[in-house]
Antibody, heavy 119, light 105 residues
C-alpha cells in the first residue's frame, strides 16, 4: 500500500524558516517524481514544487521560487521542503504527492501537514 | 501562466440528476486532470489525461474535452458524489482551477 506521511509543520514567525518531510512507503520511491501541493485555509490547491526521480531537476512556481527548496533522499525514501523567508500567505496545509512523470497527474497524496506563519 | 476557470463555482444536484462541471483554460492544453476533495480530507485523483477514470472511480463519471475546454460529467448523481472538484493542467507552471463545490439537493 502506498503511503505518504508528512511531518514538520507548525507555527512559525514571518521571515523564519521551516523544513517539511515526507516519508514514503509501499512503492519504489526512486522511480517517481515527487511534489508538494498546498492549500490555504478554505482555499483551492496550489502546486509548490516538483523534483525529478534523481533529484537533478526541480521546478517551482514564481510564488515560491528562491524561497523554497525541494529535495529528496532516495536511500531513505524521503522528500523534503525547505521553506525560507516565510510569509503569512504561505499559511496552508502542505501535501506531499506522487506523480509518475512531470506532466502526469498526482496519483497519491499524503494526509497533509499544517504550516501557520504568524507573529 | 495558464489560468483555469471552473464553472459553476457551486452547484446543487438531486439524486439521479446529470451534472456537468466545466474547466476552461486561458491557453490550449494537451489534457486535463481532475481531483475530488471532501471536507477534512486530502484530494483524490479522479479523472486523469482528460478521460481516464482513476482507480475506484464509479463509471457514472466521465471526462472529455480538448484545447481550452474540458468537462467532468456525472450521470445519475449520488449522495457520495457531493464534494469539491478541481481541474489541473501541466504546462509549466502547473495550475489548478479554483474548484467547483457540488452539493446534494
Amino acid at each position: 500500500e502506498v503511503q505518504l506521511v508528512e511531518s514538520g509543520g507548525g507555527l512559525v514567525q514571518p521571515g523564519r524558516s521551516l523544513k517539511l518531510s515526507c516519508a514514503a512507503s509501499g512503492f519504489t520511491f526512486s522511480n517517481y517524481y515527487m511534489a508538494w501541493v498546498r492549500q490555504a485555509p478554505k482555499k483551492g490547491l496550489e502546486w509548490v514544487a516538483t523534483i525529478s526521480t534523481s533529484g537533478s531537476r526541480t521546478y517551482y512556481p514564481d510564488s515560491v521560487k528562491g524561497r523554497f527548496t525541494i529535495s529528496r533522499d532516495n536511500a531513505k525514501s524521503s522528500l523534503y521542503l525547505q521553506m525560507n523567508s516565510l510569509k503569512s500567505e504561505d499559511t496552508a496545509t502542505y501535501y506531499c504527492a506522487r506523480h509518475r512523470v512531470l506532466q502526469s497527474h498526482f496519483d497519491y497524496w499524503g494526509q497533509g501537514v499544517m504550516v501557520t506563519v504568524s507573529s | 501562466e495558464i489560468v483555469l476557470t471552473q464553472s459553476p463555482t457551486t452547484m446543487t444536484a438531486s439524486p439521479g440528476e446529470k451534472v456537468t462541471i466545466t474547466c476552461r483554460a486561458s491557453s490550449s492544453v494537451s489534457y486535463m486532470h481532475w481531483y475530488q476533495q471532501k471536507p477534512g480530507a486530502s484530494p483524490k485523483p479522479w479523472i486523469y489525461e482528460t478521460s481516464k477514470l482513476a482507480s475506484g472511480v464509479p463509471d457514472r463519471f466521465s471526462g472529455s474535452g480538448s484545447g481550452t475546454s474540458y468537462s467532468l460529467t456525472i450521470n445519475n448523481m449520488e449522495a457520495e458524489d457531493a464534494a469539491t472538484y478541481y481541474c489541473q493542467q501541466w504546462n509549466y507552471p502547473n495550475t489548478f482551477g479554483a474548484g467547483t463545490k457540488l452539493e446534494l439537493k
